[in-house]
């Protein structure tokens, strides 16, 4: 079947096998490796992206499901040279180690930041719970999203994303 | 010595420029950041080549089945289907069985019988993933079901269930016994001792299950007999070496690439049937094949840790003086001992088991035992089985201050090896280098407030409220070699670096050590800036190709830094003592009037004669006269091997409240002080102790790979393995001191793995003396809601 959809702000159309996740879609067919994927059982949300502003498991959306919809990956997050603060962020306090799970901690938090410009502490938890960090004990991912709370001055708006 | 509570840099830059930051060690961003934050690195699965074909396995059902037939007509009728492969087929080409790193054999793919529930019976290479997915249930096999041996504590029962009956003469599932320490000296220790207490302690299976699974793309030329295997793998020449004696292919001919890695945690040290069936599809069908499991095989099986039944005894005087330890252990190594560990040592250094504690005595025999389960043992960031270790000896302790009506803390400080024992011969063979123990253990009872603590708690438990403090003090022993002692299937463990200085002044370092995270390409660039003064950002870190490096052994136990980091700072010193030479020629001068200020050399008592790292390095490749026996560049290898292992340690505090109406484990407050001696960058040190922290939580209270009597794995995806998230751990508090090795050439021990070792004995400790009031004096981990609720009344049973 035919889909098109906008991903990082560009239109694309593609036939895709009904059943392909939309995590392979990214992956395999429009080459945005950025996206990873972890699990078998939308435990782990290393595939998170934003689908319509909102961070979803793409490994648990059919690739189908996107038609005519807008999605933002990893490579959609910064404005060509400028980072986003939450890339920022994560850079600033340590928020990655291995880098696996970070594309994914990062759209979540660009999404919680979309929303709820100064989260506490319990807010940015409860926001990434969905998702495993094997790395880092999460503190410092909880730090780096702070950062990117506190330096909102030099967020650009990335590429793709609804607000 | 020094004593420092860490606390967050808020106010780090990431726009700061080259002259805001500390040419050497310090706090720096990591170099490999902007790859990272922007999806831009390369992991295994990311890896594309032109008419790449995919692989799939397909697994046992079972725990224990006879192969009666397999039937691979349909699948290879499939139209995208190009290959199907059966243990049969590699009977043929004398690869069914490949060697262990533990001088066993293991099956690639299932001949005779399967021996766990998730073994490799057949491989389909196909034109996509998905297709290949399709084809494994076209596959038809047909089992006999035998009796699963899955109860280690049966497997020596006789007419237990032979799981390696395959091997001539075997009745029985008994893999090795192997002990330390004195046995005789030892029970002559306990048989005066004032008081002996015993406790069986059971770690559990768990596993490292690294955010991305194990892969490999095998891309075999067969015109020039080229294979370039890209694996996700933590040790790349050991595995060049190990696939050119499997396999058969020239070792020159071999290539191994291991890309950016998604965690490992001991996960990538071994190789698994995985990659040789990549390899063989690659062969058979002539294209680059690419395997990459999903999280279900990745739990199934590859390695797996821990999975030690341990019955602890420890000998004291009535006043709190430790005497002696000794152990029994029973060790569940699965269906083929693929354990991953110097060939001396079957239980790993497991003989650390003596704590940080000055003892009279002590003897430890483990016995290791064949099951039908997954294989594996030696993984999940243990330093080979100091976990388990350092796990027995603290929850032992805890056990006698609990017989002795003694607080904790205090019987630890009484006990700790002096500073002035440094270097301390321990009872089962270690030399520990250096260590000063009781200012670490202040700083940490400092920190958590150990006495406010305490009273908090007597006031809870008179209100009838759960809250316990749990402490561990950790002795790690890390960094393997020496070499004459330690080696890996005869490969000692040493590692190699080389340094070259381009003409420019910029350098790069190429390293055998391979990083899953660690943050390599930053703390390999400091220690080379430390010794050169080369600013950091202008040293390249190459790593992960064997064709690119010098040989070495890899990443695990904690040993990039205490033998990579000597082989760098070492071929650094090198480049150095070259640059000096070409620097008195430069300004001629004497090499022996020439004094080192960091990035440059000058006369002595002249600072204004002297010659930049940039201005030696372009005369090195230049057409100034060199001196005798200096050749024309700026470079220098190293292979280190280390004199020693180093012994990082450090104090844990756990704090947790109890659900007394749950049995749920909140964890409220960690305190981790570390000694990890010299600290290259304070940020990726304090980065690796949060996540070891974590893990730590996580085995403690939730993480748990077991089986029904079937031998059906009960933690086989991330709905049944539970890891923890942000909402179950806390936000970490740490500090540290400094104490060096002193055989270490910047006097840096390692941190990787210390947390990981130190923590789970502290908030399983924390568990236990909240359920003080219930009479509970031992549980087993996971410490989870349904099993604390067991030991609450007073049903405590462990997990295996």
Not at chain 2, 50 to 73: C, N, Y
Not at chain 2, 241 to 256: N, Q, S, Y
Request: one cysteine or more.
């Amino acid at each position: 079947m035919q889909i098109t959809a906008t991903v990082n702000g560009t239109e694309v159309t593609r036939d895709v096998e009904p059943r392909v996740l939309l995590v392979h879609h990214l992956r395999e067919e429009l080459g945005l490796t950025g996206t990873h994927w972890g699990c078998d059982t939308s435990n782990c949300g290393t595939c998170v992206v934003l689908l319509d502003g909102q961070p979803v498991k793409s490994c648990t959306v059919l690739a189908a499901m996107v038609d005519g919809h807008e999605v933002t990956t990893v490579e959609g997050l910064a404005d060509g040279a400028t980072l986003d603060p939450v890339q920022q962020g994560f850079m600033a306090e340590h928020g990655l180690q291995c880098g696996f799970c970070t594309p994914g901690m990062m759209l979540t938090a660009r999404a919680l930041l979309d929303r709820t410009p100064h989260p506490d502490e319990q807010q940015i938890r409860e926001a990434i719970s969905g998702q495993i960090c094997r790395c880092t004990g999460y503190a410092t991912i909880v730090r780096s999203i702070q950062w990117a709370a506190d330096h909102p001055a030099v967020r650009t708006e990335p590429t793709g994303a609804q607000a | 010595m020094t004593a420092v509570e860490d606390r967050p840099a808020r106010e780090a830059n990431p726009a700061a420029t080259a002259t805001d930051r500390p040419i050497g060690f310090g706090r720096i961003q990591r170099k490999e950041d902007p790859r990272f934050v922007r999806g831009k690195g390369n992991y295994l699965d990311d890896i594309v080549l032109p008419g790449m074909l995919h692989g799939a396995i397909l697994r046992s059902p079972m725990a224990h089945g006879r192969i009666i037939s397999i039937d691979t007509t349909e699948a290879l009728a499939h139209p995208k289907v190009h290959a199907v492969v059966t243990g049969k087929d590699l009977e043929a080409l004398n690869l069914a069985w490949a060697p262990t790193l533990s001088a066993d054999v293991q099956a690639v793919l299932a001949t005779d019988k399967v021996r766990f529930q998730g073994q490799e019976v057949a491989f389909v290479v196909a034109e996509d993933r998905y297709a290949a997915r399709d084809a494994l249930e076209l596959i038809d096999v047909e089992y006999e079901q035998l009796a699963p041996m899955i109860d280690a504590r049966k497997a020596l029962d006789p007419g237990a269930p032979v799981v390696r009956d395959e091997m001539a003469g075997r009745t029985d599932n008994h893999v090795f016994d192997w002990e330390a320490g004195d046995a005789a000296e030892t029970d002559a220790v306990f048989a005066r001792a004032d008081v002996v207490v015993t406790q069986e302690v059971v770690y559990p299976r768990v596993h490292p299950a690294p955010m991305e699974t194990c892969g490999a793309v095998a891309d075999y030329d067969a015109v020039d007999g080229k294979l370039t295997l890209y694996e996700t793998t933590q040790a790349p020449h050991a595995h060049r070496t190990l696939f050119a004696i499997v396999a058969g292919i020239p070792e020159h001919k071999i290539r191994v690439v291991s890309p950016d890695i998604g965690g490992g945690f001991g996960n990538k040290v071994g190789i698994y049937p995985g990659y040789i069936l990549a390899v063989v599809g690659s062969i058979v069908t002539g294209k680059p094949v690419k395997w990459v499991e999903d999280r279900s095989e990745n739990l199934m099986s590859t390695s797996f840790a821990r999975d030690y039944i341990m019955t602890g005894e420890i000998a004291a005087t009535r006043e709190g003086k430790i005497l002696a330890v000794r152990t029994t252990v029973l060790a569940d190594h699965g269906a083929f001992n693929a354990t991953a560990q110097p060939t001396k040592y079957p239980a790993g250094f497991f003989h650390i088991f003596t704590g940080s504690y000055d003892l009279q005595a002590a003897h430890c025999k483990v016995t290791g035992v064949y099951t039908n389960k997954a294989p594996g043992g030696v993984a999940y960031a243990c330093s080979f089985r100091v976990t388990e270790a350092v796990y027995l000896i603290e929850r032992m302790v805890d056990v006698l201050a609990d017989e002795l009506a003694m607080d904790p803390a205090e019987l630890r400080l009484r006990n700790f090896i002096r500073p002035e024992q440094f270097p301390y011969p321990n009872k089962t063979g270690w030399e520990y280098d250096s260590g000063d123990y009781e200012p670490t253990m202040r700083l940490a009872m400092e920190m958590a407030g150990y006495d406010e603590l305490r009273r908090e708690q007597a006031e809870k438990r008179a209100r009838g409220e759960l809250m316990g403090i749990g402490i561990s003090f950790f002795t790690e022993t890390v960094g393997a070699g020496p070499r004459k002692h330690m080696d890996i299937v005869g490969l000692g463990m040493a590692d190699g670096a080389e340094v070259r200085v381009h003409p420019t002044g910029k350098a790069v370092v190429r390293l055998s050590v391979q990083s899953q995270g660690q943050g390599h390409e930053t703390t390999f660039a400091q220690i080379v800036a430390e010794e050169l003064g080369i600013p950091p950002e202008d040293i390249d870190v190459v790593h992960g190709d064997t064709d690119n490096t010098p040989f070495g052994l890899g990443t695990y136990g904690s040993r990039s830094t205490p033998v990579s980091g000597g082989a760098v700072a070492l071929a650094a010193r090198k480049v150095r003592e070259k640059a000096k030479l070409i620097a008195a020629a430069m300004l001629e001068a004497r090499p022996e009037d020439l004094e080192w200020e960091k990035g440059r050399w000058f006369v002595t008592g002249d600072p204004s004669q002297g010659r930049t790292m940039p201005e030696i390095s372009m005369a090195a490749h230049g057409t100034v006269e060199l001196p005798e026996g200096v050749d024309g560049n700026l470079d220098a290898e190293v292979t280190y091997d280390p004199p020693n292992l180093t012994f990082p340690f450090g104090a844990y505090i756990c704090v947790v409240d109890v659900d007394p109406g749950t049995g749920y484990v909140h964890v409220r407050r960690f305190i981790a002080v570390d000694d990890c001696g010299t600290r290259i960058n304070p940020m990726i040190i304090e980065g690796q102790v949060h996540g070891g922290l974590a893990d730590g939580v996580g085995m403690a209270l939730m993480e748990l790979i077991d089986f029904d009597e079937d031998g059906n794995c009960l933690g086989g995806s991330f709905m049944d393995y539970l890891i923890p998230t942000a909402m179950e751990v806390p936000d970490w508090e740490t500090g540290h001191t400094v104490t060096p090795s002193p055989h270490h050439p910047i006097g840096a021990k390692g941190i990787g793995e210390s947390a990981t070792v130190g923590s789970p004995p502290a908030v399983v400790n924390a568990v236990i003396d909240a359920l003080e009031p219930y009479g509970v004096r031992h549980m087993d981990m996971p410490c989870t809601p349904a099993r604390v609720w067991a030991a609450m009344q007073g049903r405590a049973t462990p997990p295996v």
